[in-house]
């Protein structure tokens, strides 16, 4: 069975400063895809970052990038350059694309950290 | 706006009382599934459907029933509401490698 541990239930920065915030995962299958999102006080979901395990280098998307550690299954996600609308709830997730395909692309979440970004 | 519609935003419920969620995706997605979010708990899976017709059970199914008689629409469904289920829940589809549209989600409060 996979499972997600965010281990910082939440988080706290200075505005310009970076952060990372932890994420380590659990699964038996060679191939699969972690995922963060983010989640305003409004509520929506809101996709940030990919990186498939396979994936050689390190995803990065503006101002996000995962810190891909392969053999301690951890998946951090690095915010540079803090803005106070960075200040949400963050998801890491993970599917699981398994050689028989019945994963069905289905996602397994952690328990969120809650990031606030301080002027 | 293509996306993940979800129908009602908000509901009170009284205990024992019966509801159906409305997911609308229009974006010919074959994957589709609705997550409940508790506080401390992240997302759980409910029910999850591969394509029209065909559905399965995820992680908390317990009280919940869903539909997919058309490809667009994942319907779920309480019974008899507990509060136990008084919940966030959301909508997902999935159709590409890795990209997922969720809904703007359901706030659900059964008394």
């Known amino acids: 069975a996979q499972k997600i541990t965010q281990t910082q239930p939440g988080m706290f920065v200075q505005e310009k400063e970076a952060v990372t915030l932890d994420c380590t995962y659990d699964?038996?299958?060679?191939?699969?895809?972690l995922f963060w999102y983010k989640q305003p006080s409004s509520g929506e979901m809101i996709f940030l970052i990919y990186?498939?395990?396979?994936?050689?280098q390190n995803a990065t998307e503006g101002r996000y990038s995962l810190n891909f550690q392969k053999a301690r299954k951890s998946a951090n996600l690095v915010i540079s350059a803090s803005q106070l609308g960075d200040s949400a709830m963050y998801f890491c997730?993970?599917?699981?694309?398994?050689?028989?395909?019945?994963?069905?692309?289905?996602?397994?979440f952690g328990q969120g950290t809650i990031l606030t970004v301080h002027p | 706006n293509a996306g993940v519609t979800q129908t009602p935003k908000f509901r009170v419920l009284k205990t024992g009382q019966s509801m159906t969620l409305l997911c609308a995706q229009d974006?010919?997605?074959?994957?589709m599934y609705w997550y409940r979010q508790d506080p401390g708990m992240g997302l759980r899976l409910i029910h999850y459907?591969?394509?029209?017709?065909?559905?399965a059970k995820g992680e908390v199914p317990d009280g919940y029933n869903v539909s997919r008689l058309k490809k667009q629409n994942f319907l779920l469904g309480l019974e008899s509401a507990a509060p136990s289920q008084t919940s966030v829940y959301f909508c997902?589809?999935?159709?590409?490698?890795?990209?997922?549209?969720f809904g703007s989600g359901t706030r659900l409060t059964v008394v």
């Open positions: 997902a589809s999935s159709g590409m490698r890795y990209g997922y549209t």
């Open positions: 699964t038996s299958d060679p191939s699969y895809g």
């Open positions: 990186q498939g395990s396979y994936d050689q």
């Open positions: 997730a993970m599917r699981d694309d398994n050689a028989g395909g019945t994963s069905y692309g289905k996602l397994t």
């Open positions: 974006m010919n997605h074959e994957y």
């Open positions: 459907s591969v394509g029209e017709g065909t559905t």
